[in-house]
């Protein structure tokens, strides 16, 4: 039978799972003391690694001073006032503001409210459409659920939030049409510089800059949801850094904090900000009760040290290019049908006969951790610090398991 705990995106019958208990650097130990290898970094957050000692003393610290406190007006907290000054100078957004909030989810629902309030209180309510992308996963909020261009992922939920629609995924030709016809409507496009959990896509050469132009072309915001692609994944603060393309908006989670406390959270540009700002009697009307939370930005502010004191924008370029070229020797010989990715962030596409889900099980028996995407693909995440022997023996896992598979299937 299984447990009080519904799990996410899991079977709800399930009664059986692997039960982590402890974490150092890569390494990762279950309930029974088996080891694995985590290269998935969580779910693609872990950037400094498990078992920071440092993170959590300063979490300690802060909470016996006062864990939390709201900051709803008229209240703040010195740490989420430095944290918040400390990232605007690591956005290519210049001028920006940061609103806090506690998930990627969050981050991308605030992301839509403002970017369409922004636009109310310049003088334009009837600019309310959307547009993301096919294959772009923007969270399981209302409207990152909208704002899905993964079907199964709407499906069931009843109607969802008007005037959010799909494009084709790296088709800019028909990001264009689609923009023109709802041009005097459009407030946003939303898209994830790198395509995340939809499988590791990274956009065609030039297509993220192409977006910037339409979208200042329709007076539209561009929103990049670097949920999965900030804080060092790419080997830079952002993909609009690593990408060379400014957007008016940016959402961040995960490896703010490495995972260490739950925080995500919106940059705005002054295209948002000049807008809400038009009316000194304005209210904000948006927010979360632990927005600001003082803990949780106390943990990213370590996190962000270790960033910068290891060079880990450094380490993500060593375990990316070792990665990449692990898998693509795999497509080479013709265990896969083929490797993709950018930097430190890679997939594993599947021939038609494999099935990526149980060459998934199979790598868990042999201590090493990915992520399926359905059938189609495995995903690499692994913290920044995974070293060259723990790579070359997830590369060693994926054939080992692709070819007992194989056997499985033929026998």
Not at 67 to 88: G, Q
């Amino acid at each position: 039978m299984p447990g009080a705990f519904l799990h996410p995106f899991t079977k709800p019958v399930r009664s059986e799972f692997v039960s982590i208990v402890r974490g150092q650097g890569a390494t990762l130990w279950d309930t029974n003391g088996r080891e694995y290898i985590d290269a998935m970094g969580s779910l693609w957050y872990c950037a400094v690694g498990h078992g920071r000692t440092r993170i959590a003393d300063a979490v300690h610290a802060q909470m016996t001073q006062i864990a939390a406190y709201s900051c709803f007006d008229p209240f703040t907290n010195p740490v989420a006032d430095a944290l918040t000054e400390r990232l605007v100078g690591l956005t290519r957004i210049p001028d920006a503001r940061v609103f806090l909030c506690t998930s990627g989810s969050e981050a991308v629902d605030t992301a839509i409210k403002l970017a369409r309030l922004s636009h109310v209180m310049a003088g334009h309510p009837e600019r309310t459409v959307v547009i993301s992308r096919n294959r772009g996963y923007h969270g399981t909020n209302m409207g990152g659920t909208s704002a899905q261009g993964i079907a199964p992922n709407r499906d069931g939920y009843g109607p969802l939030v008007p005037d959010i629609i799909q494009a084709p995924h790296d088709d800019i030709e028909a990001m264009s049409v689609m923009m023109a016809e709802h041009s005097s409507r459009l407030a946003a496009v939303i898209a994830e510089p790198v395509q995340g959990a939809g499988g590791v896509f990274p956009p065609p050469e030039g297509y993220l800059a192409d977006l910037r132009r339409l979208c200042d072309q329709h007076g539209a915001l561009l929103i990049f949801d670097e949920v999965i692609t900030g804080f060092g994944r790419l080997g830079q603060w952002s993909a609009a850094e690593h990408y060379q393309v400014t957007p008016d908006l940016t959402t961040f989670a995960k490896a703010v904090t490495s995972g260490y406390q739950p925080l995500g959270g919106v940059f705005l540009g002054r295209k948002v900000t000049d807008a809400l700002e038009s009316d000194p009697n304005f209210l904000l009307r948006h927010g979360y009760t632990y927005s600001g939370h003082a803990a949780a930005c106390a943990a990213a502010m370590v996190n962000l040290d270790i960033i910068e004191e290891e060079d880990l924008f450094t380490e993500a370029r060593r375990v990316g290019a070792r990665l990449g070229a692990g898998l693509q020797a795999l497509a080479a010989d013709g265990l896969i049908d083929h490797a993709r990715g950018e930097v430190a962030v890679w997939a594993a596409a599947m021939r038609p006969d494999q099935n990526a889900m149980h060459i998934r099980d199979t790598m868990l028996e042999m201590g090493v951790i990915s992520r399926a995407i359905a059938t189609e693909a495995l995903t690499f995440c692994p913290p920044l610090v995974t070293t060259d022997a723990q790579v070359d023996r997830i590369i060693d896992v994926v054939a080992t398991a692709i070819s007992q598979n194989e056997k499985v299937s033929h026998g």
